[in-house]
């Protein structure tokens, strides 16, 4: 319960961050934090407009894309308190209904019959499928080292002691900030402020939508944020207690949006041929934090 | 420390191979000399201090300083264009070094010897690998340059492995290192980048008897 009211609580002023980084970097005083909130909250007093060609698809994929998104939130914990829902093997069950959502919001955008979109939809598809395996071998690798299979359970028994775990929790923590990178169509992978709809892939995706669906996709954009910065926020909590627990999390959900706003600022978006060499780059170093456990477990050496 | 260390090294290894520009891995090379200086401190702690001092000086003054400083100086003075050109793309070039990864892992599993440790091992063996794929897969000739030098690294690593036991072989890693540095002065400063404009491999092709 305590770890989905805190993401809900950071999802509120995430983007306000990124949004006010990104201004004082390009010397403006820039929105004020709460100011993406807003945006949403009008949207929501909007009236939707369908097109003709859309069917059913198309008006309930946002819904569902963000349902399953806040179905994901559910099973992140909060240091060693169990999330709302709890079981073996939930870190599958996590990937996979982000997934869902995913595809729904794939074939709404191919429902439209717009060229862009479907193209747009067909780069998404890609590169999250490349993200896929980074997640998989990371916590897969950090489930064969607590030896358990539920986050609740990975991330409680989870102590970072000797430098080298130090160093897996760094490197897994540059991991899920650039797979919530790419699943958020950020900047080195996608540029959210670009007008030109061949280089566009989530805001292609999007065109059609107006009004309360806009809104709804927005705020799951934020609520996706806020939930990978509670991910990485879990490798650092773990042994804390709730009272110095709390603070952590949101001093690191801070600093996350920061860096992602500094990115946003000084990086240049990939050309889209060199993302998807960018996005296995990720499974590789995930693959060296497998290898990083296996010496841990001194399973060779 | 020393493992986080060589972990770094390996992930060197994987962003040279999706690099763009010819600068970078030049700063990854310098990168690479700072890591192996920093794995010589912690890791030859049984040798003698005169010894000691004479590689960490070796390891950052040649690797981590002169030879970079030097291949930059070099690509600006013989206007060496900065994309690296390789003959296969970016994205089989990662693949390929993240198996050669992968296979020296299973190859230093499969080794029963307890002398051996593996994580020197495997670091140097996927160094070496890597910097023979770079040779054979970069079109220019100061990358394979390049590839040579991180190929000496990888041997560094393995010599620093056994160098409490056996001092002498990190000197003679030593050797080849400033062996190298003498090497690339005498193939770029005897203006081969003056005479041939481009120092491209490809252009050996050319040659042919009718």
């Not at chain 1, 934090?33 to 008006?59: A, C, E, H, N, W």
């Not at chain 1, 717009?114 to 939809?121: N, T």
């Amino acid at each position: 319960m305590l770890s989905i009211s805190l993401i809900l609580f950071c999802s509120i002023f995430f983007a306000g961050i990124i949004l006010r980084t990104k201004s004082i970097t390009s010397g403006r005083m820039g929105p004020g934090i709460l100011q993406p909130v807003k945006d949403v909250i009008k949207l929501f007093r909007k009236g939707t407009i369908y097109s003709d060609t859309t069917s059913i698809i198309f008006r309930i994929a946002p819904s569902v894309t963000f349902a399953s998104v806040l179905m994901a939130c559910m099973v992140i914990p909060f240091g060693s308190s169990k999330g709302l829902v709890s079981f073996d093997g939930d870190f599958i069950f996590f990937a996979y209904i982000l997934a869902l959502g995913k595809f729904f919001s794939i074939i709404a955008a191919m429902d439209t019959g717009s060229s862009f979109e479907g193209m747009g939809a067909s780069r998404e598809a890609l590169y999250s499928m490349f993200a896929e395996p980074a997640f998989f071998i990371l916590i897969g690798s950090f489930a064969l080292l607590t030896g358990n299979t539920s986050f609740y359970k990975i991330f409680s028994s989870l102590h970072l002691g000797s430098s080298i775990t130090y160093m897996l929790g760094a490197l897994a923590s540059f991991v899920l900030m650039m797979i919530a990178m790419i699943e958020n169509s950020r900047m080195p992978v996608d540029d959210p402020k670009t007008h030109l709809e061949l280089t566009m892939i989530h805001e292609v995706m999007i065109l059609d939508n107006s009004g309360f669906d806009l809104g709804l996709i927005l705020t799951t954009g934020y609520l996706k944020f806020a939930m990978y910065g509670a991910l990485i926020a879990d490798f650092f909590i773990g042994n804390l207690t709730a009272l110095w627990a709390i603070p952590v999390f949101i001093f690191i959900q801070c600093l996350f949006a920061v860096m992602v706003g500094l990115i946003e600022s000084f990086m240049a978006r990939f050309r889209m041929s060199h993302n998807p060499q960018f996005i296995l780059a990720l499974s590789s170093v995930s693959f060296l934090i497998f290898l990083g456990v296996l010496l841990v477990l001194e399973k060779f050496v | 420390m020393t493992n986080v260390l060589l972990i770094i090294f390996i992930i060197s290894l994987l962003y040279v191979s999706i690099a763009n520009r010819i600068i970078t891995y030049v700063r990854v090379l310098a990168l690479q000399g700072v890591i192996l200086f920093g794995v010589t401190f912690l890791q030859l702690h049984a040798i003698e201090t005169w010894n000691l001092a004479l590689i960490m000086l070796e390891t950052i003054v040649f690797k981590a300083i002169a030879v970079p400083v030097f291949l930059s100086y070099l690509i600006k003075r013989n206007k060496i264009t900065r994309v690296t050109e390789p003959y296969l793309p970016n994205f089989i070039s990662l693949i390929i070094i993240t198996m050669i990864v992968v296979i020296t892992v299973l190859l230093a599993n499969s080794i029963q010897d307890t002398h051996l440790d593996k994580i020197f091992f495997i670091v140097s063996l996927s160094t070496l690998f890597t910097g023979l794929y770079f040779i054979a897969s970069r079109k220019k000739i100061i990358t394979h340059v390049m590839g040579y030098l991180m190929i000496e690294n990888g041997v560094f690593v393995l010599s620093l492995a056994v160098g409490n036991e056996m001092p002498n072989l990190v000197n003679l890693g030593i050797m080849l290192d400033v062996f190298a540095s003498v090497l690339i002065l005498g193939i770029f400063l005897n203006k081969i980048g003056d005479v041939f404009k481009a120092a491209d491999v490809d252009q050996l092709s050319n040659l042919k008897d009718y």
